[in-house]
């Protein structure tokens, strides 16, 4: 069982910068592929960014993509999301979530992640 916290999210003003953190107890975080996604109310779940176990593959959806950088420590169980040049479309709450590193399948897909937190408001006025 892995627990997830999500921290770092707030109101911006569109331009802006937020660093969403995600941090893992229960188990070593290096095991498990790590995903942000985010979603609005009526909406479906939007992938935002993925990271492999070591932190040395990276994937981001092309509408985040040269804006938003993901990273991790394992040694701090904790991945970040670095969000630069905010658009009111970011607007969203974000999850992150843990797919153990043996499970297969596209890591842009909600359905392939077991772990999910609780979720943070980011805000992006205009």
């Known amino acids: 069982q892995v627990q997830l916290v999500e921290s770092g999210g707030g109101l911006v003003q569109a331009g802006g910068s937020l660093r969403l953190s995600c941090a893992a107890s229960g188990r070593i975080l290096s095991s498990y592929n790590i995903g942000w996604f985010r979603q609005n109310p009526g909406k479906e779940r939007e992938f935002v960014a993925a990271i492999s176990t070591s932190g040395g593959n990276t994937y981001y959806a092309d509408s985040v993509k040269g804006r938003f950088t993901i990273s991790r420590d394992n040694a701090k169980n904790t991945v970040y999301l670095q969000m630069n040049s905010l658009k009111s479309e970011d607007t969203a709450v974000y999850y992150c979530?843990?797919?153990?590193?043996?499970?297969?399948?596209?890591?842009?897909?909600?359905?392939?992640?077991?772990?999910w937190g609780q979720g943070t408001q980011v805000t992006v006025s205009s």
């Open positions: 979530a843990a797919r153990f590193s043996l499970v297969t399948g596209t890591l842009a897909s909600a359905v392939n992640y077991a772990y």
